[in-house]
């Protein structure tokens, strides 16, 4: 005997999708909406639908907008001498929230991970190169997450900056091993960018 109708059971499996969602959580959630929660429901359903149409990349760091270039990229305050390259939105904002930092970014969206099929095209490592080629960048943080895979990106990143005789540094250890940007606090993320370290064979 089935435990749950079609729909409902479609519906658990979709919140189950989402990350940190298990089966017990999907289904509090659903049974949430449907209990007198109506137009909650309905405006978490028209809010995804809404940006599903109108949110996009950022054309130049990649970042979601609702137009062309996002806040950021539209903000000629910034310091555009300095470029922090993160793997993930939420790790910008994580950045961001450190209010440490004042230059622009570049969302890889991902990282290298060869077992995944993802490589430097699927990170957009030639739009990279265009800012890059294009704007008076004079340093880069690389902010990649400290796994394997994100140390790798880091060190392709490097050698990419190398071309273009940018330098190219590498947020420090305050981040554990192993542990993702998004997760970190804003103290450790502070110390971690105060102290970030130069990679790669570079004249000091």
């Given at each position: 005997?089935?435990?749950f109708s079609?729909i409902?059971q479609d519906?658990?499996?979709a919140?189950k ?6 089966v017990k959580?999907a289904?509090r959630?659903?049974?949430?909406l449907l209990?007198?929660?109506?137009e909650?429901?309905?405006f978490?359903a028209e809010t ?5 149409v109108?949110?996009?990349e ?11 270039l996002c806040?950021?990229c539209k903000d000629n305050?910034r310091?555009q001498?300095?470029?922090c390259?993160?793997?993930?939105p939420?790790d910008?904002?994580?950045m961001e ?8 970014y570049?969302?890889?969206m ?6 995944d099929g993802?490589g430097?095209?699927e990170?957009?490592?030639?739009q990279?190169e265009?800012?890059?080629d294009?704007n008076p960048?004079n340093?880069?943080?690389?902010a ?10 880091a060190?392709h990143?490097?050698?990419?900056a ?8 590498r947020?420090?250890y305050?981040v ?10 804003s ?7 105060l102290?970030?370290?130069t990679?790669?064979n570079q004249?000091?």
């Amino acid at each position: 005997m089935k435990k749950f109708s079609p729909i409902l059971q479609d519906l658990i499996e979709a919140f189950k999708q989402l990350p940190g969602i298990g089966v017990k959580s999907a289904q509090r959630i659903v049974f949430y909406l449907l209990q007198d929660n109506t137009e909650k429901a309905l405006f978490l359903a028209e809010t995804l639908n809404n940006s599903l149409v109108s949110v996009q990349e950022c054309t130049i760091c990649r970042m979601y907008a609702e137009e062309e270039l996002c806040e950021i990229c539209k903000d000629n305050k910034r310091d555009q001498n300095i470029l922090c390259i993160v793997e993930s939105p939420a790790d910008l904002i994580a950045m961001e929230n450190t209010m440490q930092f004042n230059g622009r970014y570049f969302v890889l969206m991902g990282h290298l991970s060869p077992i995944d099929g993802i490589g430097p095209d699927e990170l957009k490592i030639n739009q990279l190169e265009e800012l890059f080629d294009h704007n008076p960048i004079n340093e880069v943080i690389i902010a990649t997450s400290p796994t394997v895979d994100g140390e790798a990106t880091a060190a392709h990143i490097a050698s990419v900056a190398q071309k273009f005789n940018i330098k190219a540094t590498r947020i420090a250890y305050g981040v554990p091993f192993g542990g993702e940007i998004e997760y970190v606090d804003s103290n450790t993320l502070i110390q971690a960018i105060l102290n970030r370290n130069t990679i790669g064979n570079q004249d000091q």
